[in-house]
Nanobody, 126 residues
Framework: QVQLVESGGGLVQPGASLKLSCEVS????????LNWFRQAPGKEREFVASMKWFGGNTYYAESVKDRFTISRDSAKNFLYLQMNNLKPEDTAVYYCAASARVILSSIRFPNSYEYWGQGTQVTVSS
């Protein structure tokens, strides 16, 4: 059974940093891509960052590029999202997602992912 458990969210001021973690338990299932998505109130879930689990290629949304970094500790089965220079518009619930079948052209679409965590709230406010 696949389980994704996020942690690390919180309330921070603009300009601050946070690091989100996602513990990945995938059993015998070999994941292809692991992502971070986010969803703000009243908005659709949107792509934030993606990592090819075996290979390490990374991809980012333009809105977070140069501020956020996706990384992994494959030995410990953790996915991370380092978020720097946070802005109020980054406020959202952040979700970890995984897929064993998604292809590169579809990695930005939430519907491409079979497995989801419960989400962690990030609030950026002064």
């Amino acid at each position: 059974q696949v389980q994704l458990v996020e942690s690390g969210g919180g309330l921070v001021q603009p300009g601050a940093s946070l690091k989100l973690s996602c513990e990945v338990s995938s059993g015998d299932i070999r994941m292809r891509y692991l992502n971070w998505f986010r969803q703000a109130p009243g908005k659709e879930r949107e792509f934030v960052a993606s990592m090819k689990w075996f290979g390490g290629n990374t991809y980012y949304a333009e809105s977070v590029k140069d501020r956020f970094t996706i990384s992994r500790d494959s030995a410990k089965n953790f996915l991370y999202l380092q978020m720097n220079n946070l802005k109020p518009e980054d406020t959202a619930v952040y979700y970890c997602a995984a897929s064993a079948r998604v292809i590169l052209s579809s990695i930005r679409f939430p519907n491409s992912y079979e497995y989801w965590g419960q989400g962690t709230q990030v609030t950026v406010s002064s």
